[in-house]
C-alpha cells in the first residue's frame, strides 16, 4: 500500500469512514504489532487532528506505553488506576467528557481535557488500550466510539 493516506472528507464520520479501510489495508501488509501501532497513531493524529493518541500496552501487571503521537507521557499504568486501567479492569471502552470529573484521572498533560479509551483483546483478556485525549471539553462521543471500536476490532485479528 501506497505510504499516504487519501481522506476527502470533512465530517468526522466522514473521516473515520474513509480511514478504516486504508488502516486495515495497512495492517494487512505488516506483521509487525509495534510498525502497525505506530502508523495507526500517525493515521489518527494526521487525519482527526487529536491532541494525544497512543496505545499502552498489557505487560505483567501494567500498562506500558507503547507507540504514540503527541507530548510525552506517562510510561507505566497499574491496572485499575486512571482511564486506561480502568477499562483494562472492566474490559470496556470509555468516554470521558471531562477528564477532572474522572476519579483517579492520570493527567500526563494538563493540555487534555477529554479522552476516551478503547480495549483490544486477545484470548479474551485485554492486550492494550487505544487512549486518544483531545483540548476540547466533551469532544468524543458515539460516532468516535463506533469507529474505533471497529478499528480495535480490525487490531484484534492481528494479535
Ligand atoms: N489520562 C490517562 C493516562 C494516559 S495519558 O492521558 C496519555 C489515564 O487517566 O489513564
Redesign the pocket.
Known sequence: MAEQLIITGTSKGEKYKELLPQLEALIGGESDLIANLANISAALRETMNFF?V?F?LVKGDELV?GP?Q?PI??TR?RKG???????WQEKKARI?PD?NE?P??????TG?KS?I?LPALKNNEVAMVL?V?SDQLNDFDEVDAQYLEQLMRIIERSL
Not at 81 to 87: A, F, N, P, Q, W
Not at 104 to 109: D, E, F, L, N, T
Open positions: 494525544w497512543g499502552y506505553l504514540f503527541g507521557a506517562c499504568i488506576k486512571g482511564v486506561c486501567g480502568t477499562v470521558v477528564v474522572f483517579g484521572h492520570i493527567a500526563c498533560s487534555s479522552e479509551v487512549d485525549d
